[in-house]
Nanobody, 115 residues
Framework: QVQLVESGGGLVQAGGSLRLSCAAS????????MGWYRQAPGKQRELVAG???????NYAVSVKGRFTISRDNAKNTVYLQMNSLKPEDTAVYYC?????????WGQGTQVTVSS
């Protein structure tokens, strides 16, 4: 079992920044990739950014150049630094962890960007 706890969401004006954190606990040694997804009202959940245990990253086209995912293996924490936020970034953001027995999800944290 893996537990993921997100923090750092909130309300920000367009152009502002937020940093999301996701702390993992439990059977963390079997986690490979971790990532951030988001889901806006009426839309499907989509990948925002991912990072492997080796530090390889990938991003959605819509956030590339504005968001940065990073991972602190010593703290078992993954971060999402979000800059130049836009109203269309408004969504619930979920942390994910790919484990050998499946994918785990955090509870989600709301990010709201006002125009």
């Amino acid at each position: 079992q893996v537990q993921l706890v997100e923090s750092g969401g909130g309300l920000v004006q367009a152009g502002g920044s937020l940093r999301l954190s996701c702390a993992a606990s439990g059977s963390i040694f079997s986690i490979s990739a971790m990532g951030w997804y988001r889901q806006a009202p009426g839309k499907q959940r989509e990948l925002v950014a991912g990072i492997t245990s080796g530090g390889r990253t990938n991003y959605a086209v819509s956030v590339k150049g504005r968001f940065t995912i990073s991972r602190d293996n010593a703290k078992n924490t993954v971060y999402l630094q979000m800059n130049s936020l836009k109203p269309e970034d408004t969504a619930v953001y979920y942390c994910s962890a790919d484990h050998i027995i499946g994918r785990y999800w955090g509870q989600g944290t709301q990010v709201t960007v006002s125009s």
